[in-house]
C-alpha cells in the first residue's frame, strides 16, 4: 500500500481472498525508510478498519527508493501479490507505472485489481 485510496481498495481485495482461503495476509508498503514506512502502514491499516480479531495482519515495510523493483525482489516471500491496477492504461503507462513495472517483472502468483473505479 502507498496510502492512496485506489491502494487500499487492492489491499481489502487481497485481504478478503487471504481471510477466505485460511492464509495469513501480509499487508506492505515501500517507504524511504522504517519511519515514513511504519506512518503509511498505520494510515492504511486504521483506514481499512480490519475487524477480523481472529486474524493476524502481518505489516511488511520494505525500505528501498524504487517501488517497482523492491515489490518484484520481494515477490519471492509472497504466495500470491495483490496489487492495484493504478496507471496501467493511458499516458501513465508509458511513464512506466509501477503496477505495470511489477506485473512484468513479479514471476510468482499475482492479483491484479482492477482500482480504475476507485
Same mark, same amino acid.
Given at each position: 500500500t502507498d496510502g492512496s485510496t485506489t491502494s487500499r481498495f487492492a489491499v481489502r481485495r487481497g485481504l478478503d481472498l487471504a481471510i477466505g482461503l485460511g492464509a495469513t495476509p501480509h499487508v506492505v508498503t515501500v517507504a524511504k525508510d522504517q519511519?515514513? $514506512?511504519?506512518r503509511l502502514m498505520g494510515a492504511s491499516l486504521g483506514e481499512l478498519g480490519i475487524d477480523e480479531p481472529e486474524v493476524e495482519v502481518e505489516r511488511d515495510i520494505l525500505i528501498g527508493v524504487i517501488t517497482s523493483k523492491a515489490l518484484i525482489d520481494a515477490a519471492?516471500?509472497?504466495?500470491?501479490?495483490?496489487? $492495484?491496477?493504478r496507471s496501467m492504461n493511458g499516458p501513465s503507462r508509458l511513464l512506466g507505472s509501477i503496477a505495470n513495472k511489477v506485473t512484468h517483472g513479479v514471476e510468482g502468483n499475482l492479483l491484479l485489481v482492477n482500482t480504475s473505479n476507485e
Open positions: 519511519s515514513e $514506512g511504519e519471492v516471500n509472497y504466495d500470491l501479490l495483490a496489487i $492495484g491496477n
